[in-house]
């Protein structure tokens, strides 16, 4: 049976590793965090994701899936590691150099070892092979080294793990060879072969792509504003060309992946990423934006506001550069009082109190939408006429869709008022 040893457990290594033991692989999880570790050996889980928890168990009861804190000989190695941006924006690579060694101290010839984790351009060239080279291996010789992004969804992971097409870049062909291998006890997508440089790029550009046209769609929110124009409704007409697609203006871009991955090509390449900065730029400015549309509204700075959604995006419990959070703290600092509802945060992972849709509501001069979560697609009216001191609705999502009359609704993309408009994106 072929040993498969996955370094770091977390929302893409657990399901990876849960997946190749459940198809024929005696696996190894490795993570620095004890805890998950003896959660895994019981059979238990430490992280959400749909289906995971059932066959995280079924492997673990069957021997196919150990954890421990120490890496161990294996077949194959796969490194899915956290590779966090610093205050300067430029990527950490720290957990990935530590994992390297990790797996350096038990390599044997023949071995072949992947990178998940998300890193910079010429990352496996000029930082994990040289470690290999420098303890005398011939990296594509001796071992093989490919670098193989995932690209999967929250909530869909082991769906799209199986289905989504895959890049596999390895150093040389052999390298691509033996990782293609690999995944191909699974994978039913199609095995993408190319070189870790490619890889790693077209990782970055995916996400990065979405960044600049989700910056283009703001853009135009924010010149629209100015000229007096319907943002959404250009967006709709222009759509129709088909070559077209331009994306959603909202409150700003959220999440570990588009918020973070253009950095790393910036960091690379500064001079050369120019259009790659500014998208950064304008969708960094967007709470800022947000805040002066609600002061333009809500004059009185001693108002409450209902804040109506904190995650990146809807039907998640994810805050992790959300942009909804950062526009609290500006509110804050303005002087408003806050009413803050979002039915998939816990109390304990924000620092303040989050309240019921009518406790939110009660005494607000405006209900502002930051997240379309499927809970604010139709809104309570009868609680917002009733409780609200003014019954604004400012949706940055283009997401509530309102029947009352008497509430006043203003959509992000249409700084004056009418009606939400429908639109969907790719
Ligand atoms: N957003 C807009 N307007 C849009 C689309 C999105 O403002 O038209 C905002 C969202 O509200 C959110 C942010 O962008 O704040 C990011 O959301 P997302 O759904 O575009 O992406 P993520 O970060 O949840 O997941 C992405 C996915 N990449 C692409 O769609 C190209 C996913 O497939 C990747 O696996 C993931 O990044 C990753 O791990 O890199």
């Not at 199609?190 to 995916?206: D, P, Q």
Request: proline residues 4%; negative net charge; glycine residues 8%.
């Amino acid at each position: 049976m072929n040993k498969l040893c996955v370094v770091g457990l977390g929302y893409i290594g657990l399901p990876t590793a849960g997946m190749f033991a459940n198809h024929g692989w005696q696996v190894l999880g490795v993570d620095v965090n004890q805890k998950a570790v003896d959660m895994i050996n019981k059979g238990q889980i430490h992280i959400e994701e749909v289906g995971l928890g059932e066959m995280v168990a079924k492997a673990v009861k069957n021997g196919s899936l150990k954890a421990s804190e120490k890496v161990e000989e294996a077949d194959s190695f796969i490194i899915a590691v956290p590779t966090p941006h610093t205050d300067d924006n430029t990527a950490n690579l720290k957990y990935l150099i530590q994992a390297t060694n990790s797996v350096l101290e038990k390599v044997q010839k023949g071995n072949v070892v992947i990178v998940e984790s998300t890193i910079p351009p010429r990352t496996i060239n000029d930082v994990v092979a040289p470690l290999f080279e420098a303890a005398n291996w011939k990296v594509g010789e001796d071992i093989y080294l490919a670098h193989c992004p995932e690209r999967v969804l929250p909530g869909r992971i082991l769906i799209e793990l199986v289905e989504n097409n895959r890049i596999v870049g390895g150093i040389n062909q052999a390298s691509t060879e033996k990782a293609v291998e690999v995944y191909s006890t699974f994978v039913k997508g199609e095995l993408l072969r190319t070189s870790a440089l490619s890889a790693e790029m077209s990782k970055l550009m995916e996400n990065t792509y979405r960044d600049v046209n989700i910056a283009l769609a703001n853009e135009l929110v924010k010149i629209s504003e100015k000229l007096g124009i319907e943002a959404l409704e250009v967006i709709e007409l222009a759509n129709q060309h088909p070559r077209v697609n331009l994306h959603l203006p909202g409150p700003g871009v959220g999440g570990h992946c588009l918020a973070v991955d253009p950095y790393f090509i910036i960091e690379k390449a500064p001079e050369e990423s120019q259009l790659i900065a500014n998208a950064r730029i304008i969708n960094n400015s967007m709470p800022g934006f947000v805040v002066d549309q609600v002061g333009k509204r809500v004059k009185d700075r001693s108002s409450k506001i209902a804040v109506l959604g904190l995650t990146y995006k809807g039907n998640i419990d994810d805050v992790r550069e959300s942009p909804a959070m950062e526009i609290v703290e500006k509110l804050l600092e303005e002087g408003y009082t806050l009413g803050v509802n979002d039915p998939h945060i816990g109390q304990e992972q924000v620092g303040f109190k989050i309240s019921s849709f009518t406790d939110a509501v009660e005494d607000a001069e405006c209900i502002l939408v930051l997240t379309d979560h499927n809970e604010f697609k139709k809104l309570d009216e009868e609680v917002i006429l009733a409780k609200a001191k003014r019954p604004l609705v400012f949706d940055t999502r283009n997401c509530v869709r309102i029947s009352n009359e008497k509430i006043e609704y203003v959509n992000f993309g249409n700084l004056k008022e009418k009606a939400a408009i429908d639109i969907t994106i790719n």
